[in-house]
């Protein structure tokens, strides 16, 4: 039986959402990691209060978009903090069976992957991911 991409997206999605509770240990040893920019830190910190934040740009009540924005925005200020943390510390403190880098940009795939064409182009303007996360 042949799957869709949008099936196929799903259930990695379902697999790497498995992987969450890892995730959140990485990001605490990360953010608790002198080695790791402050900058990628205050990043993260600064998303994370938006999502809180009951006031958002596209409300959460709205079926699927309205959360999506917010994975969005949470999982690309993750990608940045791993991908401009040096490999290294990053294996130091990931406890899980795959590569973590492959496992976070898939995340990521996944996310582009699920948003419509426009917000796509025009949050993917504004974060270049080609050059490593270096922007």
Known sequence: MMHTPKEQQKGEAKRLLALLPRFVGLLVNLLKDPRVSRADKAILGATIAYVLNPV???PDWIPFFGLADDLYLIALSILRLMLRTDPSVLMENWHGPEDVLKTV???ADIMVFFL???VR???LGKVNLSNGGQS
Request: no cysteine.
């Open 105 to 107: 940009r898939k995340a």
């Open 116 to 118: 419509p064409s426009k």
């Open 56 to 58: 958002d740009l596209v």
């Open 121 to 123: 182009q025009a949050l």
